[in-house]
């Protein structure tokens, strides 16, 4: 019900920074969760943001003090604010939004993070 398209990603240093926005368009039913996701080589997706209709916000244990989730008012951008990076945040990131009373569940194709000196 939703497209969802994921930018920003890129290569950065340990210690640098990168900001992801996540562009969605579509119907959005009822209240919505959106998050932040991701896959690195050989390991199982992971959550690492999630934020809800009242900006609630959780976090992976690996990511907290680290990254920030947030959105715009009208749920047309998520972002992911991503600082001190480490090597092992190396992945593909996808933004995903729930919404729908749990019926949808849709996905962005993903963008790919590098940290590496």
């Known amino acids: 019900q939703v497209q969802l398209v994921e930018s920003g990603g890129g290569l950065v240093q340990p210690e640098g920074s990168l900001r992801l926005s996540c562009a969605t368009s579509?119907?959005?039913?009822?209240?919505?969760?959106g998050g932040w996701y991701r896959q690195a080589p050989g390991k199982q997706r992971e959550l690492v943001a999630t934020?809800?209709?009242?900006?609630?916000?959780n976090y992976a244990d690996s990511v907290k003090g680290r990254f920030a989730i947030s959105r715009d008012n009208g749920w047309n951008t998520l972002y992911l604010q991503m600082n001190s990076l480490k090597p092992e945040d190396t992945a593909v990131y996808y933004c995903?939004?729930?919404?729908?009373?749990?019926?949808?569940?849709?996905w962005g194709p993903g963008t790919q993070v590098t940290v590496s000196s």
């Open positions: 934020i809800t209709v009242g900006e609630r916000t």
């Open positions: 995903n939004l729930k919404h729908g009373n749990g019926r949808y569940d849709d």
């Open positions: 579509g119907s959005i039913f009822g209240d919505a969760t």
